[in-house]
Structure formats: structure tokens, C-alpha cells
């Protein structure tokens, strides 16, 4: 590595990523640091539609979704890999008082009609929001990283303060992996299994805010369609179960009927690493240590907000 480095971020996910490309934007020179492959991370088995799901609904979160939101669209117009603005439906069995907290984000959002929910939901939103495919998101991250003089070391860490060999100012990303590196342990996995299928031609994504019988959404790719899922918190286990698996494809196919009959192409399992009391985005009193994680299943949906929180930050 030439020459010392300003900053080390620690952590190569979407949080991580987006945070050390701020940071180089600042004029910094920044050193990842990750335990995994780009595509071993939990963004990049992500689902990955914005929306601030389990976050809490705080003003910084609202903020940071906001921020997001707006730079997806920006790169969706320019073009970048795997980002585009897709329609979307928000179902729901109960009546919502007024507006979601986080519609002010969301230029074009507007009340379902009766007709256009369905007789099973009492209430529903349309709206366009960015859409991100990760396998090909993630890679542009990275190279966009590297050609702004950025380096990736590939090393597991026992201990946060160990990232301090390659600069003084650590950024600590690391997702689930936080509650052993710095001991907190509200930091705890929350589960999510989904099914890919062959996309048949689904142009809109379909979200299902109450479902009783599971945690449902319907999201479009290119190539196929995500189908989830479950939120299981606290389950570490990453094996697909086919009991859930099927049942996933029956909420999501009786919701939206064009799926019937979509060919299976995989089974997945991420762990989103969640955190009682929400995101933790904070510098130590020293400043030489810079907290973000804890983003849950809303990792996307919050990244370019943190990452420029975090920039602020760093001195």
C-alpha cells in the first residue's frame, strides 16, 4: 500500500462502500477492510427495493431514506448498473391513518384506489422507487472505489482497534459482525429467506405491509422476480427451509396472480443485521472511531444518507 491512508473503513457491503466513495470524495484516501467477497455480504443477497423497513421512524432516519432515495434516482437517470425507478404497490389489510412517515421521500406517492388494492386490502399506496439489482450494483460500487485510488485488504478482524494498523481514523461497517468486534450486543440477526422465479414479464414491484401470514413482497428484476420472505429475528440459521419456501410462493402468487407457474431458480437466505433501538451512527468522544451499523433489512434504502452523515463526521 503506498503511503499511509487516511481512513479505513471496515466493512464492504453496501454501507461500507457507499461510505468509504463519500469519504473519497472529501479528499481522503481510504483503505477497505472485509472479512468477505463482494457478493458473500448480506447486500448482496439483498432484495434491495428502497423502502425503511424496521428502522424506527426517527427524523435522522427519515432524513438519511430521503437523501437515499434522491442519489438512486439521480444514478437511475445517469444510467448507473442495476439502479432503476420502479413502480410500486404498498397493500395493506387495516386502514392507515393519514400519510406513511416516510412519503415526504417520495415525489409521486398517491392512495390506492378500491378497485386497484382489492377486495382482501383496506388500503394501499402507488408509488416509483428505486430498484437496485446487487449483483450488478455492487461491482460498480467497487470499482468506483478502486478508480478513485481506493485499496481493498482482505482480512478477518478480532478486534475493531486492529484496523488502526492501516489508518487512524476507523469507520466501523460491519454489519452483524459488530457485536463481537465492539460488544454490543443489541446488534442480533433477523432472518429472511426468499425464492427467486424466472420473471414473466412483471414490470411492478407489490408489498404487503400486514400480512398475517408472513412477510410478503414481490419484486421485479431484469432476470427474474424476488419472492419473500420472513423476518425472523434472532434466527441465525442460513439453510433455505422448502416448508417456508412454499409458502412464500403461495402469499406471493395469490397477491399477484401472474406469478402461477414462474419457474424456481434459487433459494436464499440472508441474515440482515439488525439492532434494538435502531442504526447506530455515531463517532466515538476521540472521533478516531465512527459507528454505522445496525441498518437491518434497510441497508440500500439508508446507505448514501449514512455515508454522508458519516463524512461529516470525519474531520
Known amino acids: 500500500m503506498d503511503g499511509a491512508m487516511d481512513v479505513v473503513v471496515v466493512g464492504s457491503g453496501v454501507i461500507g462502500l457507499t461510505t468509504a466513495i463519500r469519504l473519497q470524495e472529501k479528499g481522503l484516501r481510504v483503505v477497505v477492510v472485509t472479512a468477505d467477497g463482494l457478493l458473500s455480504t448480506t447486500s448482496a443477497v439483498a432484495a434491495a427495493v428502497w423502502f425503511p423497513v424496521a428502522t424506527g421512524t426517527s427524523g435522522a432516519v427519515a432524513h438519511w431514506s430521503a437523501t437515499a432515495f434522491a442519489e438512486f434516482a439521480r444514478q437511475a437517470e445517469e444510467g448507473v448498473p442495476g439502479v432503476s425507478m420502479r ?42 422507487a428505486p430498484a437496485i439489482e446487487m449483483p450488478l450494483y455492487l461491482p460498480w460500487l467497487l470499482g468506483r472505489f478502486i478508480d478513485n485510488g481506493g485499496e481493498i485488504v482482505h482480512r478477518r478482524l478480532d478486534l475493531l482497534d486492529q484496523a488502526r494498523v492501516w489508518a487512524p481514523v476507523v469507520v466501523n461497517a460491519t454489519g452483524i459482525a459488530a457485536r463481537q468486534l465492539c460488544g454490543d450486543e443489541a446488534v442480533h440477526p433477523v432472518r429472511g429467506q426468499i425464492v427467486l422465479v424466472r420473471n414473466p414479464g412483471l414490470p411492478s414491484s407489490t408489498r404487503i405491509q400486514d400480512d398475517p401470514g408472513g412477510y410478503t413482497y414481490v419484486h421485479p428484476r431484469s432476470a427474474d422476480v424476488v419472492l419473500g420472505g420472513t423476518f425472523e429475528p ?3 440459521n442460513t439453510a433455505p427451509d422448502p416448508a417456508t419456501a412454499e409458502a412464500i410462493i403461495a402469499r406471493c402468487t395469490a397477491h399477484v396472480p401472474e406469478l402461477r407457474g414462474a419457474r424456481v431458480i434459487g433459494h436464499v437466505v440472508g441474515l ?17 472511531t465512527i459507528h454505522t451499523y445496525g441498518h437491518g433489512g434497510a441497508g440500500v434504502t439508508l446507505s448514501w444518507g449514512c455515508a454522508d452523515a458519516v463524512a461529516a463526521l470525519v474531520g
Open 87 to 128: 413502480r410500486t404497490r404498498m397493500l395493506a389489510h387495516e386502514r392507515q391513518p393519514g400519510e406513511p412517515w416516510w412519503g415526504a421521500a417520495v415525489p409521486d406517492l398517491r392512495r390506492l384506489t378500491s378497485a386497484e388494492r382489492g377486495p382482501d386490502c383496506a388500503d394501499g399506496w402507488s408509488f416509483t
Open 234 to 236: 434472532g434466527d441465525w
Open 272 to 288: 440482515r443485521p439488525a439492532r434494538h433501538g435502531g442504526p447506530r451512527l455515531e463517532a466515538e468522544p476521540d472521533g478516531r
